[in-house]
């Protein structure tokens, strides 16, 4: 019930957070240039992968291990990681600006560098309220750094039309976030920071890292290399590519994953600590079902919807490069049916701590991605993006795979699921992929004609799991 009540208060705050980016988005890509809105991109991923090295899975050790007395030990690891990578950071800007071939790039980091400092406190003070599935805070925070953000942008868009007020107005509304989800937990904040200055208050963190050294690296590497394997067209593209392309591919990830990371987040904040919660017994049938749910229930929607950004996405982001973003929209909305899939569930091998699992998932699709990327770096942009998605999917069932053994379940389930889902959405899968967006009236002729069939034909032939997700919603 709590589980349920927690993913209703996040979904309908994500709602509105995802609406008022999108809008300014759809505001930025209309009056930005494409080069602005790669370089920035690559700025953003750049400086994740910095948190996400300098948090070093102390956020995940917390939920998993279901204790607060961790927290003091993660943060004060963190002041000092963070400031460290920072500073890495500062002394590559050159470098990086150069390989990403904008100098725009080496002015975001010399200014930004600090910005890791905050963005991994942010990652580490969520945990805690996450243990305490106090997922209403989080959701009123995060909600007031997107509010924040926008007011700010349109105050200093009409001061001036530069980009870099996007960049300040973004990263202030994520401080504002962190300073609402810091207050209630300030005075144990402030008390570890100052015994940092005490060499005798950090010893207990030596045991911590000779105990849990395993799990915490086993951890930090795959989110890592996870980041860079769904980024990769930008954080590898962009070695071979323009910025301007970059920035193509930015506008159709953002028009195809507002409406998937809206639920996948929704659902990775709230499972990964119902997850930690649940017996382990009864994980693998709870992995079974969201997965069934996911399939008959969201891939038809996920479809139409990128059908009809095939359609209509020249309204919302105008008519420069518009078919390349068509292509690419196709592509992503495939990868995303698989990719809602796995996202919530690839919490599961750090919830057995088991992270060993993910790390070699993740070393073997970005070796194969980055080969991949390599070998046919010559080629058409667009003909790499079909070649990262295609091989993409193909990692991604493999994760599903590695799931299901994790647990102990039959590979034959997984198989019959994905299956059935496959048959009953390839009607609209061929439309998404064949149809010619110029006839618009024809286009969505066929799309009401098959997404009844399919919706018919999963309700038929699955009246008995409808029911009972039906039965379990009523009584909820």
Known sequence: MKTIDSLKWVFSTTVLRRLLSF???IYIVRVFSRAELGVYRE?????????????????????VERSKAYFKHGLQFILFSSIIISIVLLSLRA???????????????LYGFWLVVPETLKRLVKSMHELDRNFKLLSIAETVNV???????LVLFAIDLKFYYFIIAFYLGNIVELIIISYPIRKELLKTILECLKLKYLMPLKTIFK?????????TT???????????????????????????????????????????????????????????????????????HVIFVMWIPILVFGIL??????????????????????VLTLRSLFALIVNPISTIPNVLKKPQYELFWSISSITCICLMMYLFRNVAFVRMIYLFTGLSIVSLVFYIIMIYKLIGLPLINMWMILGKGIIYCLPLMLLLIFSDNTDVLFGMIWLVIITTISVYGIYKMEMGFFRV????????
């Not at 105990?211 to 951890?219: A, C, E, I, K």
């Not at 590519?241 to 506008?251: A, M, Q, V």
């Not at 997700?469 to 909820?476: A, E, P, Q, V």
Request: aromatic share 18%.
């Open 23 to 25: 809008l300014l988005f």
């Open 43 to 63: 700025f953003a991923l750049i400086l994740s992968l910095a948190t996400l090295v300098s948090v070093f899975s102390f956020n995940i050790f917390i939920v």
């Open 95 to 109: 470098f990086l600006a150069e390989q990403y071939q904008h100098h725009d790039l080496y002015l975001y980091i």
């Open 147 to 153: 509010v924040f953000y926008c007011l700010l942008c």
């Open 211 to 219: 105990n849990n050294l395993s799990f915490l690296g086993l951890s």
């Open 222 to 292: 795959p989110a890592v290399l996870n980041t860079f394997i769904a980024d990769a067209p930008i954080l590898i593209l962009g070695l071979f590519f323009l910025p301007s392309y970059i920035g193509n591919y930015f506008i159709a990830a953002q028009l195809v994953t507002v409406p998937i990371s809206l639920i996948t987040y929704s659902l990775m904040q709230v499972l990964f600590p119902a997850f930690s919660l649940t017996e382990r017994e009864q994980l693998p049938q709870k992995v079974n079902d969201y997965i069934r």
């Open 309 to 330: 950004l095939k359609y209509f996405s020249y309204l919302i982001v105008g008519s420069q490069d518009i078919v390349l973003i068509y292509s690419i929209v196709v």
């Open 469 to 476: 997700l039906f039965f379990r919603i009523s009584k909820r």
